[in-house]
C-alpha cells in the first residue's frame, strides 16, 4: 500500500522555473517606486508569501496606498514577463502525469494570487488537472496552516496520508502546523543547507529525485 494518498506542491521554485521573473519584476516595481531594490537573496527568502506579506516584509514602511502602487508595477511586470509562461521544471509535466496514472491524488499550495495561478495552468493546459488548487488571496497566507487543511477537507484525507513539496521555508513551516509531513527542492528559492533548519522529512535536489523516493528509494530524511 502506498504510504501517501495526496502529493500538494507549491507552484513557483517547484513546478515552474519562475523564481528568477519574480526577482526581476520585485526589482523592477522598487525602482518604479523609486526605493532601493532588494539583492535577489532577499527577494527568494519571501517568494511563498501572499503577495503584499512579500512585499511589506521588503518594506515595512510602505503605507497602504504606496503598498498598493507597488502591487500593481510588480504585477504589471510580471504579468509582461509571463505572457510566455514560466516552464515548469524538468521531468515535472511527465512526472505529474504518472502520480495521477498511479492514483495519487495531487493540489497545488502557492502564494499566488488565483489570477496568476489560473493564468499559468491554463498556459500549461492544466485548468482540469489538479484535485484542487489554492491560492494565497482566497485563505490565508503561508506558513498558516489553513491552505493545507482546506486541501485535505476537500479530498478527504488525514494529515498523515498527505505529503507537502516546496522550495521555501514557508512551504515546510506550513506542513509542520498542519501535521503533514514535508519534501524539500533544493532547485527553487532556497538551497538546501537552509531549508534543512526547517526539519523537512525529505530533501531532494530534482524533481525526479521525488518519484523515486515514492517508489522506496532512499534519500536524507530527518
Not at 528568477?20 to 526589482?27: C, E, K, L, P, T
Not at 497602504?64 to 511586470?77: S, V
Not at 499566488?112 to 497566507?141: N, P
Not at 532547485?187 to 526547517?198: F, N, Q, S, V
Request: with cysteine.
Amino acid at each position: 500500500m502506498r504510504e501517501f494518498d495526496l502529493l500538494i506542491f507549491d507552484w513557483d521554485g517547484t513546478l515552474a522555473d519562475s523564481i528568477g521573473r519574480i526577482v526581476d519584476a520585485m526589482q523592477h516595481a522598487a525602482v518604479a517606486c523609486q526605493h532601493e531594490p532588494r539583492d535577489p537573496a532577499a527577494i527568494k527568502g519571501i517568494i511563498g508569501l501572499e503577495l503584499s506579506r512579500a512585499i511589506l516584509a521588503l518594506y515595512p514602511t510602505l503605507d497602504a496606498e504606496q503598498l498598493l502602487f507597488f502591487r500593481g508595477r510588480y504585477a504589471e511586470r510580471y504579468t509582461l514577463m509571463d505572457a510566455t509562461p514560466s516552464p515548469l521544471f524538468a521531468g515535472v509535466a511527465q512526472a505529474l502525469e504518472r502520480f495521477r496514472a498511479q492514483g495519487y491524488r495531487l493540489a497545488v499550495a502557492t502564494g499566488k494570487a488565483r489570477r496568476g495561478l489560473d493564468r499559468v495552468l491554463r498556459a500549461h493546459g492544466l485548468e482540469d488537472f489538479f484535485d484542487i488548487t489554492r491560492a494565497a488571496d482566497e485563505t490565508e497566507s503561508k506558513p498558516s496552516p489553513r491552505m493545507l487543511h482546506e486541501i485535505l477537507s476537500h479530498c478527504g484525507v488525514a494529515p498523515q496520508r498527505a505529503l507537502m513539496v516546496g522550495d521555501s521555508a514557508f512551504d515546510i513551516q506550513m506542513a509542520h502546523n498542519a501535521g503533514v509531513l514535508s519534501v524539500a527542492v533544493g532547485y527553487g528559492a532556497i538551497d538546501l543547507a537552509t531549508l534543512r533548519e526547517y526539519r523537512p522529512h525529505v530533501e531532494i535536489s530534482a524533481f525526479a529525485e521525488l518519484e523515486a523516493w515514492l517508489q522506496g528509494a532512499t534519500y536524507v530524511t530527518h
